[in-house]
């Protein structure tokens, strides 16, 4: 790479020793991520894994992609990048749990108007600190530096992860009926859906100074609040799928409750949730009070304090949630199966 220079590429604005120079940075991140499976580095053409199929007679690979969306607003405003790429993780390892695998291998692609190396390094350390929390592998990625197509302080951050389960144990929601309960994990305030209203209700594009406002009900500035990054359910809920049946998993994401949750449900099965029962961070009261937001509009955009949901047997819901709290998620009952559909909100 020492002679890897092109006058004429930097003089259109691409510098591709800054790459290298990002790339230098960032292995140190990535060597944390490192799992058995992983074959060579950094470097090649394609991400090497060798998947263990110990306990798997009939391995599926189940694949997820997703990005960070207009949160990242966020972190430009901030100058505040080591955290959004735990949310770039979190988007794309939770969807492949709701199919009950175990996600192994995660792959990043960030596209910026100009490639500053520490930059890129920050956030490739966010990335590999969701796949540290994630359990899998950050085993390649892309940086691609385009002048002219995002400014030259923006970028986008999008991944990509690979699970595997084995077939008898994809999820299957056949025997779902009514009585059966559903369980939350708290979520770690608004993750990384609906940025775009967020932004709006707030004002932050017009007057982004609001984002250092300390708020008391907070605890902490508007912008540390926004950034928080999305949580990562992988272990906690993989320690439950070992130990119980299972019946559905529904990670809350754009959409909210009203699109999220029928996901995981049996035709014929409707969600009840008493409202009294959510645990919702005062986020999104803020927000809502910011934005003269409808009720339903909050439910149908945001987590409302529930960023996974778990649908069992009741009389395996006690135990689910021990060792969901045993993990480190203090989950609880938020509602029950019905017969009907969709979500009820009592």
Same mark, same amino acid.
């Given at each position: 790479?020492?002679?890897?220079?092109?006058?004429?590429?930097?003089?259109?604005?691409?510098?591709?020793?800054?790459?290298?120079?990002?790339?230098?940075?960032?292995?140190?991140?990535?060597?944390?991520?490192? +799992?058995?499976?992983?074959?060579?580095?950094?470097?090649?053409?394609?991400?090497?894994?060798?998947?263990?199929?110990?306990?798997?007679?009939?391995?599926?690979?189940?694949?997820? +992609?997703?990005?960070?969306?207009?949160?990242?607003?966020?972190?430009?405003?901030?100058?505040?990048?080591? +955290?959004?790429?735990?949310?770039?993780?979190?988007?794309?390892?939770?969807?492949?749990?709701?199919?009950?695998?175990?996600?192994?291998?995660?792959?990043?692609?960030?596209?910026?108007?100009?490639?500053?190396?520490?930059?890129?390094?920050?956030?490739?350390?966010?990335?590999?600190?969701?796949?540290?929390?994630?359990?899998?592998?950050?085993?390649?990625?892309? +940086?691609?530096?385009?002048?002219?197509?995002?400014?030259?302080?923006?970028?986008?951050?999008?991944?990509?992860?690979?699970?595997?389960?084995?077939?008898?144990?994809?999820?299957?929601?056949?025997?779902?009926?009514?009585?059966?309960?559903?369980?939350?994990?708290?979520?770690?305030?608004?993750?990384?859906?609906?940025?775009?209203?967020?932004?709006?209700?707030?004002?932050?594009?017009?007057?982004?100074?609001?984002?250092?406002?300390?708020?008391?009900?907070?605890?902490?500035?508007?912008?540390?609040?926004?950034?928080?990054?999305?949580?990562?359910?992988?272990?906690?809920?993989?320690?439950?799928?070992?130990?119980?049946?299972?019946?559905?998993?529904?990670?809350?994401?754009?959409?909210?409750?009203?699109?999220?949750?029928?996901?995981?449900?049996?035709?014929?099965?409707?969600?009840?949730?008493?409202?009294?029962?959510?645990?919702?961070?005062?986020?999104?009261?803020?927000?809502?009070?910011?934005?003269?937001?409808?009720?339903?509009?909050?439910?149908?955009?945001?987590?409302?304090?529930?960023?996974?949901?778990?649908?069992?047997?009741?009389?395996?819901?006690?135990?689910?949630?021990?060792?969901?709290?045993?993990?480190?998620?203090?989950?609880?009952?938020?509602?029950?199966?019905?017969?009907?559909?969709?979500?009820?909100?009592?």
């Amino acid at each position: 790479m020492e002679k890897s220079f092109s006058a004429s590429y930097a003089a259109a604005g691409v510098d591709i020793t800054a790459g290298y120079r990002a790339v230098e940075l960032m292995k140190q991140h990535v060597a944390r991520t490192i +799992t058995p499976g992983v074959l060579g580095g950094l470097g090649g053409f394609g991400g090497l894994f060798e998947i263990d199929c110990t306990g798997m007679p009939h391995p599926v690979l189940v694949s997820g +992609t997703d990005g960070v969306g207009t949160k990242l607003k966020v972190a430009f405003a901030m100058d505040k990048h080591d +955290t959004v790429g735990i949310d770039g993780v979190a988007m794309c390892v939770n969807d492949v749990l709701c199919a009950g695998a175990k996600p192994l291998i995660f792959l990043d692609y960030i596209a910026c108007g100009k490639n500053v190396p520490e930059r890129i390094a920050a956030l490739v350390a966010g990335v590999a600190e969701g796949c540290v929390q994630a359990g899998c592998a950050l085993v390649g990625g892309e +940086t691609a530096e385009m002048p002219g197509f995002y400014p030259e302080n923006e970028y986008d951050l999008a991944g990509f992860t690979v699970g595997a389960v084995d077939k008898s144990r994809i999820l299957d929601n056949s025997g779902m009926q009514a009585g059966d309960a559903v369980i939350a994990l708290p979520s770690s305030g608004l993750h990384s859906n609906g940025f775009s209203l967020v932004r709006r209700a707030f004002g932050i594009d017009e007057h982004p100074e609001v984002l250092g406002r300390y708020e008391a009900e907070l605890g902490c500035t508007l912008g540390e609040a926004l950034l928080t990054p999305t949580k990562i359910y992988v272990k906690p809920v993989l320690a439950v799928l070992d130990r119980l049946p299972v019946k559905g998993i529904s990670h809350i994401t754009g959409g909210g409750f009203y699109e999220n949750i029928p996901r995981c449900l049996k035709a014929g099965c409707a969600a009840k949730i008493q409202k009294s029962d959510l645990r919702t961070p005062p986020i999104f009261r803020l927000l809502q009070a910011a934005g003269g937001i409808p009720e339903r509009d909050m439910f149908n955009t945001y987590n409302m304090g529930a960023g996974m949901v778990l649908v069992t047997a009741p009389e395996h819901a006690a135990q689910a949630v021990e060792i969901l709290r045993a993990g480190g998620e203090d989950a609880w009952i938020m509602g029950e199966v019905v017969p009907g559909e969709g979500v009820i909100l009592c």
